[in-house]
């Protein structure tokens, strides 16, 4: 069985490239060491292998149904969830003093990564509860932090994000559910939520949902949005469960992947009244949210780099032990056939995955560490500096691994052939499971408007200037390494220019019109900051291999070999469409915006 | 319902753009007109709408099973099959005189699109009978025309092509089913074939599997396969069907898509004798399948076509139907939501359906023609000419559609959200059921070897030839036409420039290098003849709607806008790429080819 990632890969890239044992020098992660850390990451790959990996397809043929008036789920998804609970993992990176583990974030992200890889459907459910959790710390009251954290981190209480509903999925500005202020300064919650995951189950013995409302008279928009923290049972203040709190579960969706986490609709306060906690104040809800939301989104980016990741391994170990045909140009009929991995179509296939994979892998550590540096760097300057990269950096960590992934996984299955198209093997779980992470948390063409629309422009561009100055520090590094890295620095610094220029391009170009105009090629836009984002992440990568290089051992010698020739794919193979699209990006085409209705 | 392809797109390709109705004055159509072939494709629309459609779902989430012995399969398949059987359609291009309806190969392809938009699984099974009858009909002796033809054009038998193997799937030189003399001239089969379609059922009174296997003694590889006419059950003299004949069904393969097609293994002669009859010489085997591959890869094609384009319409009409969001720039947040048909980026995803799966169609349904044309040309000169474009436009009629369509059903899914991962929308079985398609009758892979490994090469050249001739009389005709199709003419004429050149220069290249390495990047050429290819396409439709626009209707103004936009579509957002993909083949990048398997 494999097992996603490769541990000397995901060492390469945390101790080598990021350096994340530094962070052990901070006093928030004082009592931790290189060895401690190492020791969090083995035990969830332990977790991930004897506790998720193998119910993965039974999670998925026998998905969560609804029978007798209750959701059943496989027994070993609550078995899975109890067992990570009890590592204390819900609460990886919360204080110490209200029970968290207090890692940083780019170790929890290590550790994280192989529960994806091994099980999403069930890795879901804990990640849920560590979100709810996350709000409830961040904006919840004292007395709402005394009830609900320390059952949430012990798994007893698993939550969900209830924000879209039917008619407001993409557009939160939308959402219609009724808030009705009580005596007591709770509200009454009417409405219908839909797309909920984790909505229903038996797994704990309470659900916390974090509900997005609109209190009775508030402004239309998003300026009248509130969150509400709505238990499926009523919880007393003593933090204990009691009666059911009129959430009803109005019907799953069944859906193409992903299948372990159950998906529900939510009606609220159809046959009796359901309570709710405002969290914070009135109307800032989706405020409240949006504060999560980097995190929700690079969370989406890394369970697509998980999924990648899984499923390149597998057709990596698949095209060593098929043997199928001859090499081109063999006459002999009866020579031996040779391994799948000879043929160069194939090796192609994998080297895109591993170009794709690592590089996924690496930019949703590196956003992790920006999490880190955001909240523990020494000085103001670095903890700003971390901020900004971090709001323009996520739109493409959620956006980018989600896509490329999916064609990394449609590669592994064409490596496997007719069996990666038969369900008893792995790879097309894997490409149904990770087709939703385009999809949910925004999807990818909202977060192209996100990036070109707010990101570059934030605050006069400070926050785009910094990815530029950090991309050009790297294009420095690599020329002063010599070697390998310095060849491959050329097309990095021509990329970063166009990138560059693009952007400058637009931003002039977008003073002159209407917005709606200006953002019309966003995705195209995306798209070149993804692949020179990708190039500046390889460029990296090869730069510590090659510096490696001279000193390593045989078997390091071979993997920074392989490191360096996945940095000349990119180069050679993807980095160049960034020359087509920053023509169409500069010349503002106009074709699919003209387009018109009554053409199609 | 939607229902692929729309009638004016159909109507615009077949007679404005190909002039289908030319052939009626053909001896071999003389008693056809354009109403009557019209008849036969409205016809087909019907069965599609009242028999195909409304069961795919039911196809999908019934998948046959294996039950007391016998394998399950939803009736709705049966009563389809049986009543496009009375319809004569599995003979739809056989000679009258032995009961076909000798229609032209363009019009039954028209026809066939719609069974397989609506239902492609269902579908399946009638085409696998066209196949076999072929093949009969085609290489059989009298005696086998005689007891096999009539039965399978009424849909009394049905049948299979048996040639893949546990151990031999894209490499059929490795065949090994072996067949042992008996001295009635018959043989005695034994071995395994897996990957079956319609291998084990109880839709018809008898299966014909059309099995590739090795007569004792003969050579190795390809030179010793023959071919193998198995029934299921025995056929006497009179053409009845008797005893069973040692056709074991060994198992069921599950699959991610295209689930109403029954898959299987089968194991000849393991418990009782399986009698096979010889067709044709012997060692003649995979030379007669691979006269019928081209009809069989341009089916991959248009299977991958229709269901692009079922997928098209759906994702249109919701795009039209759901309001979300606002536009861009609109402050307002009480203003009523838009249709999402008004967001850039929705518009874009449908424009590249658009540019997609029409330009599939179009290339399917001119391979058809190309076909009649072989056949039925005045002239050997025009025969040969379509003989050698047949060759060379059949991988990328293959391989083309499969994996664009693939794309282009993401999109589609995409346009719908969340609603497009749920399994009560199309769209998400229709991304699932298209995925086989760049796997089977050679993996896309494969056509990229054909193309540039050999149909290039083809004649010294001629058929490759033959191609840029008639892409250069294309842009003739588009820049003699003026108009927006004049201004199309100069990407397009580019484009074939940069095919053609880069094609000589491999040529050239690959004289001084081993095969394997020459054909190293043999799926980058499929890529940029592909795209070539399909701007070719695009300047023709483009080419007709200018030239029409001037006459036209209201309603046809708004459709040639539409083609026109289209074609600009393709010439500004997909076509730029081949520049990238020729640097990358002249200079006979060697990143993949250098990558060895120790490094990964």
Redesign the interface.
């Known amino acids: 069985m494999t097992a996603a990632p490769s541990p000397r890969d995901l060492d390469f890239l945390l101790y080598e490239v990021l350096h994340a044992d530094a962070l052990t020098s901070r006093a928030r992660f004082h009592d931790y060491s290189r060895e401690a850390f190492d020791q969090v990451i083995a035990t969830t790959r332990g977790l991930a292998a004897d506790h998720f990996a193998p119910h993965r397809k039974a999670n998925d043929e026998h998905e969560p149904s609804y029978v007798d008036g209750k959701v059943v789920i496989v027994p070993e998804v609550g078995a899975a969830v109890r067992a990570l609970a009890e590592t204390g993992f819900i609460a990886a990176t919360h204080d110490a003093e209200v029970g968290g583990l207090q890692l940083p974030h780019i170790i929890a992200t290590a550790a994280m990564f192989h529960l994806e890889a091994a099980n999403v459907g069930t890795a879901a459910y804990a990640l849920l509860a560590t979100g709810v959790a996350n709000l409830v710390a961040a904006f919840g009251n004292d007395d709402q932090k005394r009830r609900y954290l320390l059952p949430l981190f012990e798994g007893r209480f698993l939550g969900t994000m209830a924000l ?1 509903e039917p ?1 407001a ?3 939160l ?2 959402v219609r559910v009724k808030a009705t202020p009580l005596d007591d300064g709770r509200f009454a919650l009417t409405g219908t939520k ?2 909920i995951s984790g909505g229903d189950h038996e797994l704990s013995e309470n659900i916390v949902h974090m509900v997005l409302g609109r209190i009775e008279g508030a ?5 009248g949005i509130s969150l509400f923290i709505v238990p499926k049972r009523r919880v007393n203040e003593a933090g204990e469960s009691g009666d059911l709190n009129g959430v009803q579960l109005g019907g799953l ?5 992903w299948r372990g986490t159950v998906n529900t609709v939510l009606n609220f306060g159809e046959r009796e009244a359901c309570i709710g906690e405002l969290v914070g104040q009135p109307h800032h809800g989706l405020q409240y949210m949006f504060h999560m939301m980097n995190e929700a989104r690079i969370g989406v980016g890394r369970a697509g780099a998980a999924m990648g990741y899984e499923a390149y391994l597998y057709s ?1 170990q698949y095209a ?1 032990e098929r ?7 063999e006459k002999n ?2 020579a031996p ?1 040779v391994s799948i ?1 000879q ?10 995955q ?1 170009a794709t994979v690592e590089a996924a892998l690496h930019l949703i550590l590196a956003c992790a560490q920006l999490v880190d540096e955001q909240e523990t760097a020494d000085d103001d300057a670095a903890r700003r500096r971390a901020t900004l990269l971090l709001e323009v950096l996520t739109p493409v960590a959620k956006a980018w691994p989600s896509e490329a992934c ?1 064609e990394s996984i ?1 590669n592994a ?2 490596v496997l ?2 069996y ?5 093997y792995p790879i ?1 779980q894997l ?2 499971d990770n ?2 992470n ?3 948390e925004g ?3 909202i977060q ?2 996100d990036l070109l ?1 707010r990101k570059v422009r934030l605050e006069n561009g400070a926050a785009f200037s910094a990815l530029i100055e950090t991309m050009g520090a790297s294009v420095a590094a690599a020329k002063a390494a010599g070697f390998a890295a310095a060849e491959l620095a050329v097309p990095v610094a021509a990329a970063v220019e166009r990138f560059s220029a693009t952007t400058i391009a637009l931003g002039k170009a977008a003073t002159n019109m ?10 195209a836009y995306l798209d070149l900051a993804s692949r020179t984002i990708v190039a500046w992440l390889w460029l990296q990568q090869a730069t510590t291999a090659s510096l490696a290089l001279s000193a390593a051992s045989a078997d390091d010698a ?2 920074y ?2 490191k360096l ?1 996945a940095a ?2 990119w180069m ?2 993807e980095l ?2 960034t ?2 699209l920053a ?2 990006l500069v010349r503002m ?1 106009g ?10």
């Open positions: 879209s008619d999925g993409s557009s500005a939308d839909m797309w402004p239309a928009g998003v300026k969706i069944h859906k193409l992947g990596l060593r043997h199928q045909g001859r090499l081109s140009g009929p009866a056939q991995m043929h160069p179509d194939v090796r192609r296939m994998l080297l895109s591993k999916q449609s299955m064409q052939g007719g990666g198209y038969a369900r008893e097309e490409w149904r087709r939703i385009p999809i949910h999807t990818n063409g192209a408007l629309g209407e917005p709606v105009r200006a953002l019309a090629n966003a995705s071979l993997f070999a392989g020739q000349r794919y050679s193979w160049p469409r020359v087509q023509e169409l085409d074709v699919p915006f003209e387009m018109q209705d009554a053409w199609f």
